[in-house]
């Protein structure tokens, strides 16, 4: 069955540096690939979506890109700050499913001053 | 504003007991969903729902049941609980549109001992 990779469990980086994440998915249909975002306490929230049709999605200065070849995405981020801090899951629209959510196990960023 | 609520937000449970969650949306989206979230493995569907009256099998459904007797309202059910299914419970709510935007609620954190 379809599935998603996503094998950094934890990111550390100071304010200013570069973030980058990458998940790599298996499907045999057309994917449509998204980026949550969870902060402490709360549930996932839609943080970009990425179709084959733009190949990047760009959202409060994440970029999403994605690249078919590799079956890879990936998310980035030029300038973090301290407020980026969050679990972020890469995710896959199962369309066989109700188009409920194939979610990579997350990557914790913590982000220090 | 629309939104996705579940309660309780905490519950602990005995081993054998039964266990109901509850979820409620005024988002007035079709399809309902509920996953667990746990360290390692992200968040992972155990079934969800096209509208009131149909339930649907998701990829961990052994021990756990769900209904939907409305639009509005999801419920997940653990007849027998087992301290295996101590988790954070996420129920979401969303439509059929290309993106498949999921609105989460802020979770229930069930022990079961």
């Known amino acids: 069955g379809d599935s998603v990779t996503q094998k950094q469990g934890q990111v550390t980086l100071s304010e200013d540096d570069f973030l980058f994440i990458n998940c790599t998915y298996s499907t045999t249909t057309y994917p449509t690939l998204l980026w949550y975002v969870q902060y402490p306490g709360q549930g996932p929230q839609l943080l970009l979506k990425?179709?084959?049709?733009?190949n990047k999605g760009i959202s409060r200065g994440f970029e999403a890109t994605y690249d078919k070849g590799t079956t890879s995405f990936h998310l980035q981020k030029a300038s973090v700050q301290e407020s980026d801090s969050a679990v972020y899951f890469c995710?896959?629209?199962?369309?066989?499913?109700?188009?409920?959510?194939?979610f990579g196990t997350g990557t914790t960023v913590s982000v220090s001053p | 504003e629309a939104a996705v609520t579940q309660s309780p937000r905490n519950k602990v449970a005995v081993t054998g007991g039964k266990v109901t969650l509850s979820c409620n949306q005024t988002?007035?989206?079709?399809?309902m969903y509920w996953y667990r979230q746990d360290t390692g493995h992200g968040l992972r569907l155990i079934h969800y729902?096209?509208?009131?009256?149909?339930?649907e099998k998701g990829d961990i459904p052994d021990g756990y049941k769900a209904s939907r007797p409305s639009q509005e309202n999801f419920s997940l059910i653990l007849e027998l609980a087992t301290p295996s299914q101590t988790s954070v419970y996420f129920c979401?709510?969303?439509?059929?549109?290309?993106?498949?935007?999921?609105?989460f609620g802020p979770g229930t954190r069930l022990t079961v001992l």
């Open positions: 995710a896959l629209v199962d369309v066989q499913g109700g188009r409920a959510l194939i």
């Open positions: 729902s096209y509208g009131a009256g149909s339930t």
């Open positions: 988002n007035n989206h079709n399809n």
């Open positions: 979401a709510s969303g439509d059929w549109g290309v993106y498949a935007e999921q609105f």
């Open positions: 990425v179709t084959t049709a733009n």
